[in-house]
C-alpha cells in the first residue's frame, strides 16, 4: 500500500503553518507571554496541533509500511528508529513531544508556563526537523 500523499502533504502544511505562529510567540519576552492568557493559550494549542500532526504522519507511516502496531502515540516514533527512519535522538525527542502533548490535554490546569516558554525556545527545531523528514519521505514516494 502507497503512502497517501495528500494527507501527508495537507498535515505537512497545517505543521508548516503551526510551526510559523509558534516561531511569533517565540519572539514574546517571558514577561509579556506570562501576562498575556490569549498567547498563552495561542501556544499551547499550536504545540497541540503540531505535535498532532507528527503523530498523525508517523502513524501513517507505520501503518503503511507494517512497521509494528504501537500501544501508545509515543511507540509511533520507537517503531520509526526500529525500521531506521529517524535517528534513536530523535525519535526520544519526539517521544517527549508526545508525553508533553498529552500533558497539554490531559493536564491542562497545570501547564507551567515557564516550562511552556522553554518549549518555545528550544523545542521548535523538533517541529521543523519533523517536517522536512514528511517531504523527504514524499520525495522518496514519488
Not at 57 to 72: D, F, K, N
Not at 113 to 126: C, F, H, K, P, S
Amino acid at each position: 500500500m502507497p503512502l497517501n500523499s495528500k494527507s501527508i502533504s495537507q498535515r505537512l502544511i497545517r505543521l508548516k503553518r503551526y510551526i510559523a505562529e509558534l516561531e511569533k510567540l517565540r519572539q514574546v519576552p517571558f514577561a509579556d507571554f506570562q501576562a498575556d492568557f490569549t498567547r498563552q493559550l495561542a501556544a499551547e494549542r499550536a504545540f497541540q496541533a503540531s505535535i498532532e500532526s507528527c503523530i498523525d504522519i508517523a502513524s501513517h507511516l507505520v501503518s503503511t509500511y507494517q512497521l509494528g502496531q504501537p500501544q501508545e502515540s509515543r511507540d509511533v516514533f520507537q517503531l520509526l528508529v526500529q525500521a531506521g527512519y529517524i535517528t534513536q535522538d530523535f525519535g526520544q525527542a519526539m517521544m517527549a513531544m508526545v508525553s508533553f502533548r498529552n500533558r497539554l490535554v490531559h493536564l491542562y490546569w497545570a501547564i507551567d508556563l515557564e516550562r511552556l516558554y522553554e518549549y518555545l525556545q528550544t523545542d521548535i527545531a523538533l517541529l521543523r526537523q519533523f517536517h522536512e523528514f514528511g517531504y523527504m519521505l514524499l520525495q522518496a514516494d514519488e
